[in-house]
């Protein structure tokens, strides 16, 4: 499969992931404890890749599988990131409003490269650098808060400590990605091998929560198990099986393509869900965010297009097409 | 002399002719004719180029002038752009408010590469027409209403030949730049010559101007030359010679560099005044100003940066620098 059919798959399924959680809600609020969906999108995506695996296993010859400890110890290390990384969001969340948050969210486009570049070793180009800069530039222009909205002024008067756990958490956030990205990688092990071990550590982790949760609430609505499915519709089950989905296509996407090919794909889901929500939700269009979503989509055809389509270069000579000089002599004969 | 000192000049005297404009005002209003300034621009720039031919002409061999009546008649043709322009621009006021014309002003970038194509068959890469409209978008979203501003939601709203009127103003604005630079290049005449000739024109037609203004104004204060410097003070004289020293910079650029230049020039002296506006009159700054700020420096390095420096090329094999092999040996023989 080519990459960018993945791609594409993954930015409208990302963006329908807002707008299904969006439509989830029952008068305004959420009837479900949202802690439980990552958990259970944690479960089917083990469940899809074990059932995969299996299916591989069975064939001939069977596929490359590193079973040793010194290799499967690597897999919690994206879920401990993310672990860290949901906490500084918290603690960000208490010095910045959340508009500012989603504004400051956009580093992690730059921050992403720049591990790319730093952890991987991956070379870009001086375009593609201004590219990745662009998308940034692009998302953050179609977040700007249109003239006559309420709660402004908020976005530059927050205290230092707010901005540098911002940027702290564009770090982690990138770094998980980068971290797997390696871990995909780094031997040709099956890539549904590396996944059933990624999920495994993931639905752990997941599950750690829903028990601190319960325990920081003191076990007011009982324990997690017997309140999994509460308050559970069917859009809430589209939520789980899409975010399940879209995980599954990052790690597709990790393995064959990179983490700048993921950014693009969920900045550009960004932009789709925005204008979905003015189609669905009929939310006013802003011209900040037609002219972001210009931005982003040059900065797309800059990072991907190859060279000889943006600058003139010398072409080489080509050598005479000799076929297509025969097939028209022989066509003449013929009439 | 470099283009790029003249043009960063014309940044520098553009971008401090707004704000010497503010700063003429008195009591928050002009106490001035604001139709005269131009017209004594043009007697300014008329001065200064006739000066210049005459210095040229007493110099062996005498500099190239076509005077011909076939050559001297094309040289009113901007002006009368012009006028057009200036009408149609005061019937699309009629349509649309101040920051809706001023947003649709950033057209004029656009158009003006259109016309340098089509009409002065000048190739552009992909990535420089990329440029130009990251140029267009960067200078709109500088100019995006912040949050909390008055006047709001009339962005969209205007009537459609508003907007048509905008589109027809930008297209005159960028043709009468355009053909001046078509005029100026058409031949090896000095430019002091072609620059006599555009502001006799510009001078009688801005002349033309203040007449009609005082048969229009029924000759309530006088005709325009008793008027014409009342209520003047300093900083209105500078303002006058302000805009003839950018008109002559222009106009050098036109002959020896082009309209895009030009553009690029004018676009961030746009950007410089409200970077000046800030310190000098407290204006607030906006994220949006930021990101266009930022947008707009990748564009002049997209647009004018040379290949190589934006995308990974195969170096051509340099030849051994032998010169600097031999001056190495001679001093080591030296010492």
Redesign the interface.
């Given at each position: 499969m080519q990459w960018y059919v993945v791609a594409s798959l993954l930015t409208v399924l990302t963006s329908s992931q807002g707008i299904l959680t969006t439509l989830s809600q029952s008068d305004g609020s959420y009837k479900y404890d949202y802690a439980t969906v990552p958990f259970l999108a944690e479960i089917f995506k083990l469940l899809v890749s074990s059932i995969l695996l299996r299916r591989e296993c069975l064939r001939s010859p069977p596929p490359l599988m590193t079973t040793d400890w010194k290799s499967i110890r690597l897999y919690p290390i994206p879920s401990i990131i993310y672990l860290i990384h949901n906490n500084v969001q918290f603690a960000t969340l208490t010095y910045v409003d959340t508009s500012t948050y989603q504004?400051m969210g956009n580093l992690k486009i730059v921050t992403t490269a720049v591990l790319f570049r730093l952890f991987l070793r991956r070379?870009l180009?001086?375009?593609q650098w201004?590219a990745i800069?662009?998308l940034a530039?692009g998302t953050?222009?179609s977040q700007?808060?249109?003239?006559?909205?309420t709660s402004?002024?908020s976005?530059?008067s927050s205290p230092i400590p707010g901005y540098m756990l911002g940027v702290l958490s564009a770090c982690l956030s990138a770094l998980a990605g980068i971290y797997t990205e390696f871990l995909l990688k780094k031997n040709n092990d099956t890539l549904y091998w590396q996944n059933v071990q990624l999920y495994t550590f993931g639905a752990i982790f997941n599950m750690a929560r829903l028990i601190l949760d319960d325990f920081r609430g003191g076990f007011e609505e009982g324990p997690w198990w017997q309140r999994l499915f509460n308050g559970y519709n069917v859009i809430t089950w589209m939520v789980v099986l899409n975010l399940g989905s879209t995980g599954l296509l990052v790690s597709w996407l990790m393995k064959y393509a990179d983490n700048i090919v993921k950014v693009y794909s969920t900045s550009m889901a960004m932009l789709l869900t925005m204008i979905l929500s003015i189609i669905l939700f009929s939310f006013k269009?802003?011209?900040?965010l037609f002219?972001g979503i210009?931005?982003c989509i040059?900065s797309l055809?800059?990072y991907f297009?190859p060279?000889h389509?943006?600058?003139?270069?010398p072409v080489p000579a080509k050598t005479a097409p000799e076929t297509l000089v025969e097939v028209s002599v022989d066509r003449k004969t013929d009439s």
């Open positions: 504004i070379k180009s001086n375009l201004m800069f662009l530039i953050t222009t700007v808060k249109g003239c006559g909205e402004c002024d976005l530059f269009p802003t011209l900040q002219l210009i931005v040059m055809h800059m297009a060279a389509m943006l600058v003139d270069l």
